[in-house]
């Protein structure tokens, strides 16, 4: 059975840092563009930052927002992805989504909330 589940997210103050985990279960993620996105309440869902599958490099990419501040990673051996958040800001308060695409297969996680508020 294909899953992402989300975790690591909650309560941060600003200039504080959480680390979201993505883990798959019914594929291999080294093979996935794997990717973390945000839905902000009254807002559109919104790329965060992406890592290619290792086939194609696993180049990263970022949102200007989240430039110099996260970081995403993949641990394929563990079949999980990352995204170390350093330097939260009030506005990066958003559900956070993972998400894997290869061809045709698209797979998203259920979300985890993370709040940044002092």
């Known amino acids: 059975q294909v899953r992402l589940v989300e975790s690591g997210g909650g309560l941060a103050q600003p200039g504080g840092s959480l680390r979201l985990s993505c883990a798959a279960s019914g594929f291999a993620i080294s093979i996935y563009h794997m990717s973390w996105y945000r839905q902000a309440p009254g807002k559109d869902r919104e790329l965060v930052a992406l890592?290619?599958?290792?086939?194609?490099?696993?180049?990263?990419d970022y949102a200007d927002s989240v430039k110099g501040r996260f970081t995403i990673s993949r641990d394929n051996a563990k079949n999980t992805m990352y995204l170390q958040m350093n330097s939260l800001k009030p506005e990066d308060t958003a559900v956070y989504y993972c998400k894997a695409v290869r061809s045709r297969d698209l797979y998203w996680g259920e979300g985890t909330q993370v709040t940044v508020s002092s």
């Open positions: 890592i290619t599958g290792s086939i194609n490099g696993g180049r990263t």
